[in-house]
C-alpha cells in the first residue's frame, strides 16, 4: 500500500471516527436522560441534527432509547468501512454481511471506549474537583452514573471509599478483550479496519 493510500485512509478513519464519536454520544446522552440544556449538549444535538432529523421521520424511539440516533451511528460505521475496504481494492457490496457485523463490533467498541474514558475522567475528578458544576464534568457523572449505580448496590461500603469504577473498568476490559476482539478475528475482520475497533 503506497503511502499517499495510507494517509487518505488515516484522514477517513480519524475525521469519520470523530463525527461518529460525535453521534454515538447523542445517543448515549438519551438514553442516559442527560441535561439537554448542558451547552455540551447542545453542541452536539447541533452537530447531529441535519443527519437524525430525516431518519427520525422514518424510526420512531422506543422505550425512550434513540433508534435513530444508534442506526445513523451504525450507518456511519457501515459507510467508512465499506470506503476504506474500497481503497484496499476488496468490493464493499460482496462483503456486506461482514461489514455489518464489523460495524455492529466498530460500534460497541467506541461505546465501550467511551465509557472507559468517560470513567476515568470522573475518578479524576472526583479527586481534583468533587462538587465540581463545570458543564463537561456533569456530563460526564450523568453518563457514569447509570454504570456505577448497579454496581454500588451489591458492593460492601468501604469506609465512604468508593469502588464500583474499578469493578466497571474490569467489566469493559474484558467485554473489549475476550468478547469484540475475539469475535473481530473469528469475523475475519481485515487488520486495516482495526483502528474502528
Given at each position: 500500500?503506497?503511502?499517499?493510500?495510507?494517509?487518505?485512509?488515516?484522514?477517513i478513519?480519524?475525521?469519520?471516527?470523530?463525527?461518529l464519536?460525535?453521534?454515538?454520544?447523542?445517543?448515549?446522552?438519551?438514553?442516559?436522560?442527560?441535561?439537554?440544556?448542558?451547552?455540551?449538549?447542545?453542541?452536539?444535538?447541533?452537530a447531529?441534527?441535519?443527519?437524525?432529523?430525516?431518519?427520525?421521520?422514518?424510526?420512531?424511539?422506543?422505550?425512550?432509547?434513540?433508534?435513530?440516533?444508534?442506526?445513523?451511528?451504525?450507518?456511519?460505521?457501515?459507510?467508512?468501512?465499506a470506503?476504506?475496504?474500497?481503497?484496499?481494492?476488496?468490493?464493499?457490496?460482496?462483503?456486506?454481511?461482514?461489514l455489518?457485523?464489523?460495524?455492529?463490533?466498530?460500534?460497541?467498541?467506541?461505546?465501550?471506549?467511551?465509557?472507559?474514558?468517560?470513567?476515568?475522567?470522573?475518578?479524576?475528578?472526583?479527586?481534583?474537583?468533587?462538587?465540581?458544576?463545570?458543564p463537561?464534568?456533569?456530563?460526564?457523572?450523568?453518563?457514569?452514573?447509570?454504570?456505577?449505580?448497579?454496581?454500588?448496590?451489591?458492593?460492601?461500603?468501604?469506609?465512604?471509599?468508593?469502588?464500583?469504577?474499578?469493578?466497571?473498568?474490569?467489566?469493559?476490559?474484558?467485554?473489549d478483550?475476550?468478547?469484540?476482539?475475539?469475535?473481530?478475528?473469528?469475523?475475519?475482520?481485515?487488520?486495516?479496519?482495526?483502528?474502528?475497533?
Amino acid at each position: 500500500m503506497s503511502g499517499l493510500l495510507e494517509a487518505i485512509i488515516y484522514i477517513i478513519q480519524t475525521l469519520g471516527s470523530l463525527y461518529l464519536l460525535v453521534v454515538l454520544l447523542r445517543f448515549i446522552l438519551q438514553l442516559v436522560r442527560a441535561d439537554f440544556y448542558n451547552p455540551l449538549s447542545q453542541f452536539i444535538v447541533r452537530a447531529t441534527q441535519p443527519l437524525l432529523r430525516p431518519l427520525r421521520r422514518i424510526i420512531p424511539g422506543f422505550g425512550g432509547v434513540d433508534l435513530a440516533s444508534l442506526m445513523l451511528a451504525l450507518l456511519l460505521q457501515l459507510l467508512l468501512m465499506a470506503v476504506v475496504v474500497a481503497l484496499i481494492g476488496l468490493n464493499p457490496l460482496g462483503l456486506l454481511p461482514q461489514l455489518l457485523v464489523w460495524s455492529l463490533l466498530g460500534i460497541s467498541s467506541l461505546l465501550l471506549k467511551v465509557l472507559f474514558f468517560a470513567l476515568i475522567a470522573s475518578v479524576i475528578l472526583s479527586w481534583i474537583a468533587p462538587g465540581n458544576h463545570n458543564p463537561g464534568a456533569l456530563l460526564i457523572n450523568q453518563i457514569v452514573e447509570p454504570l456505577l449505580t448497579p454496581l454500588r448496590k451489591v458492593l460492601p461500603s468501604l469506609g465512604g471509599l468508593d469502588i464500583s469504577p474499578i469493578f466497571a473498568f474490569i467489566a469493559i476490559n474484558l467485554i473489549d478483550r475476550f468478547v469484540l476482539r475475539n469475535l473481530a478475528v473469528m469475523t475475519d475482520m481485515p487488520r486495516i479496519l482495526a483502528p474502528f475497533m
